[in-house]
């Protein structure tokens, strides 16, 4: 149980388009999920937080016109770089909380994506 | 604020032996949990062990456990029969138990441990 997932797992786009990442919990209800960035050989970075229905909590220094964030079911959020540029180019990783897990005060992590802007 | 250390970027074990990742954190909060993740190469995170502060005995999950000392604000993680799987990035969490927090970790830089077969 407390499975994460997200898609796509790598993605390579042109700069200036813009990228969806989602993140799902398939077997329990997300209440609170997590958007981090990872840089190579770094710890994770939050970005922002969010909850169902409401709008994300985004950490400061974190751009919400370049990074949006949607939390519209309790199982789904979507991470969106907006007019990605080649200094967009990281690892993210989604995690939840919620529901029906073996512990609610516990994160549980999606496989990441790999985003490379060229 | 809270802040997580690891001092320890690398670290070296031989296959069945024991070895332990040092963690030490900075809270003025007295109800908190702490955990540990696991991150191989294929960059997913895996829970290795929590720990929440209002308890006394040291958490166990298999061969992992834990040596909290609260007063010390010391969150050591000891691998016991290490195996070559267990070559990983660790890193060491804190999590506020306040409800405003939303539950958001804070971590420290992660520590590399190596195993030699």
């Known amino acids: 149980g407390a499975v994460v997932s997200q898609h796509p797992s790598w993605v390579i786009c042109k700069s200036g388009t813009s990228v969806k990442i989602e993140c799902r919990s398939l077997?329990?209800?997300?209440?609170?999920m997590f958007w981090y960035r990872q840089f190579p050989k770094q710890s994770l970075m939050l970005m922002a937080t969010?909850?169902?229905?409401?709008?994300?909590?985004?950490e400061q220094g974190v751009e919400k016109d370049k990074f949006l964030i949607n939390h519209a079911s309790l199982t789904l959020s979507t991470l969106t770089v907006t007019s990605a540029h080649p200094e967009d180019s990281s690892f993210y990783i989604c995690?939840?909380?919620?529901?029906?897990?073996?512990?609610?005060?516990?994160?549980?992590f999606g496989p990441g994506t790999r985003l490379t802007v060229l | 604020a809270q802040t997580v250390t690891q001092s320890q970027p690398e670290m070296s074990v031989q296959e069945a032996e024991t070895v332990t990742l040092s963690c030490t954190y900075d809270t003025s909060e007295s109800d908190y949990y702490l955990f540990w993740y696991k991150q191989p190469p294929s960059r997913q995170m895996i829970l290795v062990i929590r720990?929440?502060?209002?308890?006394?005995q040291n958490a166990t999950e298999n061969r992992f456990s834990v040596n909290f000392q609260k007063a010390a604000k010391s969150f050591s993680l000891k691998i016991s029969d290490s195996q070559l799987g267990d070559a990983a990035m660790y890193f060491c969490?804190?999590?506020?138990?306040?409800?405003?927090?939303?539950?958001?970790?804070?971590f420290g830089k992660g520590t590399k441990l190596s195993v030699k077969p």
């Open positions: 995690s939840a909380i919620g529901l029906a897990t073996t512990s609610t005060d516990t994160q549980y």
């Open positions: 720990q929440e502060a209002y308890k006394q």
């Open positions: 969010s909850n169902e229905g409401s709008k994300a909590t985004y």
């Open positions: 077997d329990f209800q997300a209440t609170t």
């Open positions: 969490a804190y999590r506020s138990a306040l409800r405003r927090s939303q539950g958001n970790l804070i």
